[in-house]
């Protein structure tokens, strides 16, 4: 990083399942999760209300050096199968400040390109003080429906975010989930919702 960046630090986290229950996996799961901490540009202006300007400038830096740390991880953007995104932000913000950072093409549409998918990006959002554990959820990347890809990645920073700063999270997975087996959404037998609660309710 530059002595201009906007960045505090980057912080990425691998993880490797070699088994799942009872049994040794034949593929790893392979995920990893890589977040920026930048200094919130909103406070101390009271309700600022276009926060256009400060996305266009902050947005792509965070996307780059988050893209690159975290295809690193999984040693190359080609081997991501799902991806999410997420944001913290400290107690002084608003989750809207976080809201966005990471909703918006300047972030999602470049490191959507950058893994060439296609689906929307997974995402969430939350305030909360410094080592709170952020949750980043994760589908695939060019086929949302895909249930077996429906997936999380945690991380936790013990000093961020600060009350004056913002956690933004990206989260990637190199395949399913172990042993996935529950079906796809668009493959599903139709149901009768109205039916079902009635017996339920029966």
Same mark, same amino acid.
């Not at 959404?185 to 009768?192: E, F, G, K, P, S």
């Given at each position: 990083m530059t002595a201009s960046s906007p960045i505090r630090k980057v912080v &990425?986290?691998? !993880?490797?399942?070699? &088994?799942?229950? !009872?049994?040794?996996?034949?593929?790893?799961w392979r995920k990893a999760v890589a977040a920026a901490v930048i200094t919130n540009p909103w406070l101390g202006r009271g309700h600022v209300r276009d926060l256009d300007p400060e996305v266009r400038v902050l947005a792509p830096q965070i996307a780059a050096a988050l893209a690159t740390s975290i295809t690193a991880a999984l040693g190359g953007a080609d081997n991501v199968e799902a991806y999410g995104k997420a944001a913290l932000v400290g107690l002084d913000g608003e989750v809207e400040h976080g809201s966005a950072l990471i909703h918006t093409p300047f972030l999602g549409d470049l490191f959507r390109h950058i893994v060439e998918g296609e689906s929307i990006i997974a995402f969430g959002e939350d305030r909360a003080q410094a080592g709170t554990v952020l949750t980043i959820p994760m589908w695939h990347k060019t086929a949302a429906s895909t249930r077996s890809h429906y997936q999380a990645v945690a991380l936790s920073v013990s000093d961020a975010p600060r009350p004056h700063e913002i956690l933004?999270?990206?989260?990637?997975?190199?395949g399913p989930r172990p042993l996935a087996r529950i079906g796809d959404?668009?493959?599903?037998?139709?149901?009768?919702p109205a039916h079902i609660l009635r017996k339920v309710h029966a």
């Open positions: &990425t986290r691998t !993880e490797i399942v070699h &088994t799942e229950g !009872e049994l040794q996996l034949e593929r790893p933004i999270a990206l989260g990637v997975s190199a959404r668009r493959t599903d037998t139709a149901i009768d």
